[in-house]
């Protein structure tokens, strides 16, 4: 076989267990996540001695620390994969679920079932438990799934697979279900993004190079963001202890996640107030500051902002600073800069608030509170596949929602159009 | 400037155009539309003669009579037009919509707010009454719209399109929020499909052939359907009388529609009683029928159905029919030869109507009812433009919520992630 007859035989089986996954009951489902969670618990020593196979060979290949750190899969990784399934069977079952059944004039009832996808293609890097998160998610809305994951994670993904493939089989599922591609050939994730007849969504999930390519070569719809460029906006009508604590945790609980802030826009008529106290905080725990010609004169000692600070998303404890003249000049500034992921408005006055909630253009957008907060998980979707910054089907944190689509059900009794 | 540095021109004036569209007001898009409709009442005269030009071009062109009914334009269609538009003033506005707004474990609310997707581009043939249909659906949902009509009914188009300038200058909204593509050039359709940059989404309304050769082509998300190869399936629990009454109105009621019966499933142990009094009425009106080996057993004076006839729709007084075993098999042969647009179960039975509305992988999936009520109007859209057989983003009519998408909006009072 060609990779590509290999590849398509892989899509062939995920569209043949997708069809038996439609059907499959929310018990099923369930119980498949169990038995997972159950054989990984079991699998501990071999998922363990897996991944220390490609952390070795990582070594050896020489990659670099943030690397390795990601590929780990420690025993504290392993208990969090195994609660993450635990956590998503814990969840109501999406499917099926049938909304706004009214009746119309004609007399006919019409309302909305929700249905799965059909097959999703995941594409990640390093971190191997995206293998059970990912595959979890997309089995509890009664999706197969085609995994890829990095060649560098290929033996601990393999191990995971295992796992999972036990878990299918115990409940009486196929384990077409759930197939984590064995080859590490590259080749194979450009037969994965041109099978629009066998995958239905393509979620990429890594670096933005990675992101970009597949989106520009892909045939398949995709579920994507490229990076996370978020803005704070401390309005003149900010509280002040508010907006110092929400721009601080918003900059420096995390550095490396996509919803960090990494522009921080001050209005004018605050910024000589709020700006140096801020700069202290931020300087006392090794926070790189850039700013404006305007920020400059009132943080004499930083660097300045160059055209390239606004549109780069640092992923490190890096900040860049620019006093705007008021609301309408920091929605201007986002809706030019921001990768639209996340940005946030600090202000007590209603009727600006209500201008960024409406204005800015982001798949998330917040009132006093740090973009830290976007998650699926702080959003109360229960799980989290990815995120979205496009508007075309899912927008934000995607859950099982995202993973889902909505068909017209029409019920009458005889019914007949005039 | 070159076709290519035109269209791009026009991209960008309709994405300004869309962000002045998304921060406008109920009020303002609703006087645009009612505007509008003023304007084409005025210009009745205008439109007509515009048509009257195109309509005899084409003559002289030699197109068929069917293409020349769509083409044209008179008083009745003017007047559906208006009331088009008034109807579409008068529906709720989706934008800005706040659903789901709860509050979660840390304490910040999180709900999702309905904004527009930007930029529509529309591709369709010969209708012009699709121009203003199209834009006021576009303009009511706060999309900007690019509309690309067919080059015979470019006359009637640009006359539609001076009324809608006309209409948005009225209330102050930009003429580029709706701009109607002037070049008659083919090339222009496949500019406009490669500008992701500048639109949001294509719909193309027409011919399966140019409907598949946009979505082969383009790199921008699509709406569409290709065709409707619906079915209707009469279980051996249906009730005799309404099962004759729905499936001779799914065939009969009109041909040429994507909603009509093209299939019609009979389970075998009512096949005998039900095929001949529904044979005859279907004979009395002048319906070709076709049947499967076992159809023609009991009307023996029919042609055979071949394979190619269960992949064909045939948009005329023509039906198919087929003797099945049972739901099961109904259910297997409308997942491979339907087009997911609309199939429909006749059945008292409770079990297998249930079963029907969950495995029949369709947009619409109907009991006891007749396929033509699959329509945006029918359905309580109050409007519809066009149907999406794909399960991303829509799926079945979309009318002005298909033409939206939601990004989360989260609300705190200070709050930080721990």
């Known amino acids: 076989m060609t990779l590509q007859e290999e590849m398509l035989y892989i899509g062939k089986q995920a569209r043949e267990a997708s069809q038996i996954l439609a059907r499959s009951k929310t018990n099923q489902k369930n119980n498949a996540l169990e038995e997972i969670a159950i054989q990984l618990d079991q699998q501990r020593n071999q998922l363990t001695s897996a991944n220390n196979?490609?952390?070795?060979?990582?070594?050896?290949?020489?990659?670099?620390?943030a690397l390795l750190d990601r590929?780990?899969?420690?025993?504290?990784?392993?208990?969090?994969?195994?609660?993450?399934?635990?956590?998503?069977?814990?969840?109501?079952?999406?499917?099926?679920?049938?909304?706004?059944?009214?009746?119309?004039?004609?007399?006919?009832?019409?309302?909305?079932?929700?249905?799965p996808l059909g097959v999703v293609g995941i594409i990640y890097e390093s971190r191997p438990n995206v293998t059970a998160d990912a595959a979890a998610l997309c089995l509890k809305s009664s999706n197969a799934t085609i995994l890829r994951g990095g060649s560098e994670a290929i033996n601990s993904n393999q191990a995971i697979a295992k796992c999972i493939t036990a878990g299918l089989n115990k409940v009486g599922l196929p384990s077409e279900a759930v197939q984590v591609i064995k080859t590490t050939d590259r080749a194979a994730v450009g037969e994965l993004i041109q099978m629009p007849k066998y995958v239905d969504v393509i979620i990429p999930r890594g670096g933005k190079g990675l992101i970009e390519r597949i989106s520009n070569e892909t045939k398949v719809p995709v579920i994507k963001h490229l990076d996370g460029i978020c803005h704070t906006f401390i309005d003149d009508k900010a509280d002040f202890d508010k907006a110092i604590a929400v721009a601080f945790n918003a900059k420096t609980q995390r550095y490396g996640t996509c919803n960090t802030m990494e522009t921080l826009l001050v209005a004018k008529d605050i910024a000589t107030t709020i700006l140096s106290p801020l700069a202290a905080k931020y300087t006392e725990v090794g926070v790189e500051l850039r700013g404006c010609v305007d920020t400059r004169n009132i943080l004499t000692d930083i660097k300045l902002a160059t055209e390239e600070d606004w549109q780069t998303e640092y992923l490190a404890a890096i900040l860049s600073i620019k006093v705007v003249a008021d609301v309408d000049a920091a929605i201007q500034h986002i809706n030019k800069y921001s990768s639209q992921h996340t940005d946030v408005i600090i202000t007590e006055d209603w009727s600006k608030a209500m201008q960024f909630l409406t204005e800015v253009d982001s798949s998330s957008v917040m009132v006093n509170t740090s973009s830290r907060f976007a998650d699926g998980f702080e959003y109360?979707?229960?799980?989290?596949?990815?995120?979205?910054?496009d508007k075309f089907h899912a927008r934000g944190p995607v859950g099982l929602e995202g993973l889902t689509s909505q068909k017209f059900v029409v019920l009458g009794d005889g019914h007949i159009r005039q």
């Not at 196979?53 to 620390?65: F, I, P, R, T, W």
């Not at 109360?380 to 910054?389: M, P, Y």
């Open 380 to 389: 109360g979707l229960g799980a989290e596949i990815g995120i979205s910054t």
């Open 53 to 65: 196979q490609d952390l070795e060979a990582g070594k050896n290949k020489g990659l670099d620390s």
């Open 71 to 115: 590929l780990a899969l420690n025993e504290a990784r392993i208990t969090g994969m195994i609660e993450g399934l635990q956590q998503i069977a814990s969840l109501p079952d999406p499917i099926g679920e049938i909304t706004n059944l009214n009746y119309q004039p004609s007399g006919i009832r019409v309302g909305k079932m929700r249905v």
